[in-house]
């Protein structure tokens, strides 16, 4: 492993995206002409992998796929961009995930997951990659809840930092997750993990100390869309505001501004000093249509914070 770079494993979700774009959502019973349709790589893991390695981290991956066309294809992406897949099973017994997104035009969509192979994720995977080592681990829920829980525990022991996605929403077992570094929900996910319903910075602050009480988390950080992103320490509340910028699509925008975070709090040693960047990797990420393919590169995120003199 190259010693100067940023090693990260990412434990997490692999789909394929099936984008459908058409005039309105068919009724029951009745059928609708679409436009176009496309298929792009997608899932948290991947999406955080994909973006982790773009900025130049060193990522490795832990997942499943299905021993299918859409794996292959799914693999040989992650590959190109960089990303270690050495600890990816090719699940023989399952399908490769995918995720069906009709889009209407609106741009409002509705998303139908098939977690096929990545309900199967499990911890004889998670212990094969832990073999290795690595400055820290992403992950999110979109993979077996006990496989997630495991994998803190596993890299806990290890000493290795862990960060959670905390989407997408639903309720966990916080308890599972006490000491761990960092604990990221966005609005709706900390709303469904706390039951308070966060919508403004007030409500953020109750969530993100709710969320802290629990996990005894080192850090609660809660994205907040264009509002930016609120970062919660030790009874300290900071707010980061988001960069003004046009939103085209707001796919992976959040697993982005992770993998960045991750990224630049490892190499810079101080997660403050780190939101800035993630900050612009998200607002690039949602000036882009589609969610791998809007991901930035590290030169992307040098012009981007020269242009505003940062």
Do not use: W
């Not at 997630?148 to 022991?157: C, G, P």
Request: hydrophobic share 40%; charged share 25%.
């Amino acid at each position: 492993m190259d010693k100067s770079r940023v090693r990260i494993l990412v434990v997490g979700s692999i789909n394929m995206d099936l984008v459908m774009s058409l005039e309105r959502a068919p009724e029951a019973g009745e059928t609708v002409l679409g436009d176009s349709y496309t298929y792009i790589p997608g899932g948290k893991g991947a999406n955080q992998a994909v973006a982790a390695a773009r900025l130049g981290a060193e990522v490795t991956f832990c997942g499943r796929v299905g021993d299918d066309a859409n794996g292959e294809i799914l693999l040989e992406n992650l590959r190109k961009n960089g990303v270690d897949t050495a600890y990816i099973t090719k699940d023989k017994d399952s399908q490769t995930g995918l995720a069906a997104i009709p889009v209407d035009a609106t741009g409002q969509n509705r998303i139908i997951v098939f977690p096929g192979a990545n309900g199967r994720v499990s911890k004889e995977d998670v212990d094969k990659a832990l073999e290795q080592t690595y400055d820290a681990v992403m992950m999110q829920l979109e993979i077996p809840l006990e496989t997630v829980y495991y994998t803190y525990k596993k890299a806990a022991e290890k000493g290795i930092p862990v960060i959670l996605d905390a989407g997408p929403a639903m309720k966990v077992d916080l308890s599972r997750f006490e000491g761990i570094s960092v604990i990221s929900p966005n609005e709706s996910e900390a709303s469904a993990i706390t039951g308070i319903k966060v919508q403004d910075e007030e409500s953020a602050l109750e969530a993100a100390r709710y969320l802290a009480r629990e996990t005894k988390a080192g850090y609660v950080l809660i994205k907040l869309g264009s509002k930016g992103a609120l970062l919660y320490e030790d009874g300290r509340h900071e707010i980061f505001p988001a960069f003004k910028v046009k939103a085209v699509d707001t796919t992976a925008a959040g697993d982005s501004f992770t993998a960045a975070m991750t990224l630049k709090m490892i190499e810079y040693g101080d997660i403050r000093k780190a939101m800035p960047y993630a900050n612009a990797v998200g607002a690039i990420c949602v000036s882009r249509m589609g969610a791998q393919p809007s991901l930035p590169t590290a030169e992307d995120v040098a012009e981007f914070m020269a242009q505003r003199g940062l």
